[in-house]
């Protein structure tokens, strides 16, 4: 059980956009900055989103990401196929000293 | 650009000691911009980050791993490992090797590392 909980499962059809949500508490996400990465089993974790809303160079506009208190989201638009994957939040926890991800939400799309 | 490598056994016996090494290349391990941490996935369950080695030498650990963990920098080899002991079938995952960067995220991951514990 992770003390950052996401939704497990997300959907959408091409071309529609969702939103996976990353809720904490205030010794981590209400206290550090959130980094969202998508995982296709077998690869290497892809960085989406770094500091709770900054895009690397390279990941599309498509993705964003925001906060707000304790929670964090992950925003997708105009799904695509090969955004089928798991996407996880990652955050440091002043309580436990250590990094903490989200239970990981699985993105179908339909 | 950094590039990271994780080798090691891909199977363990129960109650022995799992080590890894990861390898960098593009960057120091000695590099005060980053720290260098270890993340599993056991096999249909979520990524789980085991331990940190950070450029002041001070290491944090998962808890939950009572003590089993230890992670080491090699500057001579520009790597840095990991060693689980007492493992148990719980600890049969893919293990990843990263860079951490002090604004807090992790990029890039290696490849990943499958580890089998038997019994």
């Known amino acids: 059980q992770s003390v950052l909980t996401q939704p497990p499962s997300a959907s959408g059809t091409p071309g529609q956009a969702v939103t996976i949500s990353c809720s904490g508490s205030?010794?981590?996400?209400?206290?550090?900055?959130v980094s969202w990465y998508q995982h296709v089993p077998g690869t290497a974790p892809r960085i989406l989103i770094y500091?709770?809303?900054q895009r690397p160079s390279g990941v599309p506009d498509r993705f964003s990401g925001s906060w707000s208190g304790t929670s964090a989201s992950l925003a997708i638009s105009g799904l695509q196929s090969d955004d089928e994957a798991d996407y996880y939040c990652?955050?440091?926890?002043?309580?436990?000293?250590?990094?903490?991800f989200g239970g990981g939400t699985k993105l179908t799309v339909l | 650009q950094l590039h990271l490598q994780e080798s090691g056994p891909g199977l363990v016996r129960a109650s022995e000691t799992l080590s890894l090494t990861c390898s960098v290349s593009?960057?120091?391990?000695?590099?005060?911009?980053?720290?260098w941490g270890w993340i599993r996935q056991p096999p249909g369950k979520a990524l789980e980050w085991i331990g940190a080695?950070?450029?002041?030498?001070?290491?944090y650990y998962n808890p939950s791993l009572n003590s089993r963990a230890s992670i080491s920098v090699d500057t001579s080899q520009n790597h840095f490992s990991l060693e689980l002991t007492s493992v148990t079938a719980a600890d049969t995952a893919t293990y990843y090797c990263?860079?951490?960067?002090?604004?807090?995220?992790?990029?890039?991951w290696g490849q990943g590392v499958v580890v089998a514990v038997s019994s």
């Open positions: 990263a860079p951490g960067y002090n604004s807090g995220w992790w990029f890039p």
């Open positions: 593009g960057g120091s391990v000695g590099s005060s911009s980053y720290f």
């Open positions: 080695v950070y450029y002041s030498g001070r290491v």
């Open positions: 205030t010794s981590n996400i209400g206290s550090s900055a």
């Open positions: 500091i709770n809303d």
């Open positions: 990652a955050v440091w926890d002043a309580d436990m000293h250590g990094w903490v």
